[in-house]
């Protein structure tokens, strides 16, 4: 369901695109859509009332698409704690469904007090 709806709403995201990039601009240098100057189906006041409501449906129907999906995510959604992942000696990794205990800290490691005495004899 929502993988077909983002579909959609991509599709009418770039349908908006072209829309908007359709319409002539304020100044009339930045439209693609051209004037009214040629002879065509529609005069250049009836052809600017189509694109505008035509935008204005397809945003209607963004905004509609982009609530439904945002209300899909959130009902997708499981809350989850980071106190329930972590254990005191870190995250518990498992193997076939085994608890896998992990190696301790080197600091923790036994470690003698004083050094071994050299190896190899002085020559005195």
Do not use: C, W
């Amino acid at each position: 369901m929502a993988t077909v709806l983002l579909v959609i709403h991509l599709m009418i995201a770039l349908a908006l695109i072209v829309m908007i990039l359709l319409q002539r601009s304020e100044g009339g240098a930045l439209g693609m859509g051209g004037g009214g100057a040629g002879g065509g189906m529609m005069s250049g006041r009836s052809a600017a009332n189509l694109l505008t409501r035509t935008t204005a449906y397809l945003a209607a129907v963004f905004f509609a698409t982009s609530i439904t999906l945002a209300i899909l995510a959130k009902n997708d959604r499981t809350p989850t704690s980071i106190l329930d992942t972590l254990s005191p000696t870190g995250p518990v990794k498992t193997i076939d469904s085994k608890p896998v205990v992990p190696a301790p800290p080197a600091s923790s490691l036994i470690v003698p007090d004083k050094p071994a005495a050299p190896s190899v004899p002085n020559s005195e």
